[in-house]
C-alpha cells in the first residue's frame, strides 16, 4: 500500500514557503486553459460552441502538460515558477498526442462500462508524469509503463482520489476560492505518488531506467 500521510506530509513539506506561488500558478493555469472550455458550454453562441470546444483542447493539452512539469519540478528540485506551467507548449505535438491518446483509450474502455473506463484512467494516471519529467519517452511507451507502474496501486491511486473529497467539499463554502490552495496541495501530492511510484516499479523490475528515460520501449 501507498502511504497517503506520507505522500501529503511531503507536499506540505514542498509547498511550505511556496504557498504564494502555488496559488499563482493554479490562478495562471485556470485564466489559460478555461476560459474556451467555459464558452463552450454558452447555449447562446449556437453552433460555434463546438468551435471552442475544439479550440480548448488544443489550449488544454499543453497547459496540462505545463502544470505536470511545473510540479516535477517542485517535487524533484524544489523549484516552483509560473514560467514552467507553458513548458508543455516546448513538446506541443507530444502534449497533444499523450492527451488524445490517453482520452481515446479511456473513452473506448468506457463504453464497455463505468468500471473498464475508471480502471484504465487509473492504469494510465502516470503517463502525464512520464512525459513530463522524461520528454525523450514515446506517448504510447509512457502509457505502457504507466500500467506496469500503477500494477497493484489502482485501488491506492483511488482511494487517494477520494481522501480529498472533504477538502472539495469545504471549498463550497469558500465559493470555489479555495481551490486555489487546495488544486497546489493535490497537485503535489500526486506528483510525490508517481515518485513513489517509479521508486516502487524499479525496485520491483517491472520498469528499469532505461525505459523511464527512453532509451528503450517497455515489453508489452
Known amino acids: 500500500m501507498l502511504d497517503r500521510k506520507a505522500l501529503k506530509q511531503a507536499a506540505k513539506d514542498r509547498l511550505k514557503g511556496k504557498w504564494g506561488t502555488a496559488v499563482l500558478v493554479t490562478l495562471v493555469y485556470i485564466l489559460v486553459a478555461t476560459p474556451l472550455g467555459l464558452l ?17 483542447l488544443f489550449i488544454t493539452a499543453p497547459m496540462y502538460m505545463g502544470l505536470s512539469i ?10 516552483l515558477q509560473v514560467g514552467n506551467l507553458f513548458g508543455g507548449f516546448k513538446i506541443y505535438g507530444k502534449s ?16 464497455l462500462f463505468v468500471v473498464p473506463g475508471i480502471i484504465k484512467a487509473l492504469s494510465y494516471s502516470q503517463c502525464i508524469y512520464i512525459i513530463a519529467d522524461n520528454p525523450k519517452v514515446k506517448v504510447t511507451d509512457a ?6 507502474m500503477t500494477d497493484g496501486y489502482k485501488w491506492d491511486i483511488f482511494v487517494m482520489g477520494l481522501s480529498f473529497i472533504g477538502w472539495m467539499l469545504l471549498t463550497v463554502l469558500t465559493v470555489f476560492i479555495g481551490l486555489l490552495w487546495l488544486f497546489p496541495y493535490m497537485a503535489a501530492t500526486y506528483t510525490s505518488m508517481y515518485f513513489r511510484l517509479r521508486e516502487l516499479g524499479l525496485q520491483s523490475g517491472k520498469c528499469t531506467e532505461e525505459m523511464l528515460n527512453g532509451a528503450i520501449s517497455p515489453v508489452k
Not at 96 to 111: C, D, E, N, R
Not at 143 to 148: A, V
Open 143 to 148: 502509457l505502457r509503463i504507466s500500467m506496469k
Open 96 to 111: 497533444l498526442g499523450m492527451y488524445l491518446w490517453m482520452l481515446l483509450w479511456i473513452f473506448l474502455w468506457a463504453l
Open 40 to 56: 463552450s458550454n454558452i447555449k447562446e453562441l449556437g453552433d460555434i460552441r463546438g468551435l471552442f470546444n475544439i479550440a480548448s
Open 70 to 79: 511545473t510540479y516535477i519540478a517542485l517535487v524533484k528540485h524544489d523549484t
